[in-house]
């Protein structure tokens, strides 16, 4: 869909200026994708970015704060994750993936902010949107959720032990082996 100040400022009953603004940041953030001439357009994430780039960036960037920061997890951070862990139970039971995904963000934001690095912090801004993106296009479809619950709780559990070796693959596993089977969403929706 082509978007267009005009059609903004109209909608909301604002200046195209502060429209230009936001849709500056919607850009920065991969959010909408801008043509010279042409307009700017929602954007999309496919299957070669989420396979290629998203999942492996994920894993690094998460990896590398999970090794900088575990250690430093103590009972009050492992309530922050039982808290997202049942925000996710009640959106398998509600069947709402928006607010399943929202938690999954959540839970991952807790490891990325743990570290004391402002990289892992600027790199996870830089790419948690696209991440939003893939997961709305992709975690609705899968009928999984209950499978995605499990997944986080399985992880959780290996964190509590402090074994940051054993964390770190089970979190790239968590991270590549739960997105790997469902990937084929893309190509189906690439065939519509």
Not at 32 to 48: D, L, Q, T
Request: aromatic share 8%.
């Amino acid at each position: 869909m082509r978007l267009t100040e005009q059609m903004f400022a109209n909608e909301y009953g604002t200046s195209r200026s502060v429209v230009r603004e936001a849709m500056l940041v919607l850009e920065s953030q991969g959010l909408i994708v801008s043509v010279p001439y042409k307009g700017s357009e929602v954007a999309s994430v496919s299957r070669e970015e989420v396979e290629n780039l998203l999942l492996p960036v994920r894993v690094q960037v998460e990896q590398f704060a999970l090794r900088t920061a575990l250690e430093s997890y103590d009972a009050a951070y492992f309530e922050r994750f039982d808290r997202v862990l049942d925000d996710m139970q009640q959106a398998v039971a509600g069947e709402n993936v928006e607010a399943f995904n929202d938690a999954d963000i959540r839970f991952h934001a807790l490891i990325v902010g743990a570290a004391d690095s402002e990289a892992v912090r600027t790199m996870w801004e830089a790419i948690h949107m696209r991440i939003r993106m893939h997961l709305a296009l992709q975690t609705g479809r899968t009928g999984a959720l209950e499978q995605f619950l499990q997944d986080h709780r399985a992880l959780v559990e290996v964190l509590r032990t402090g074994d940051v070796e054993e964390s770190a693959r089970m979190l790239e596993e968590h991270i590549i082996g739960s997105n790997r089977p469902f990937l084929r969403v893309f190509d189906e929706e690439q065939g519509a």
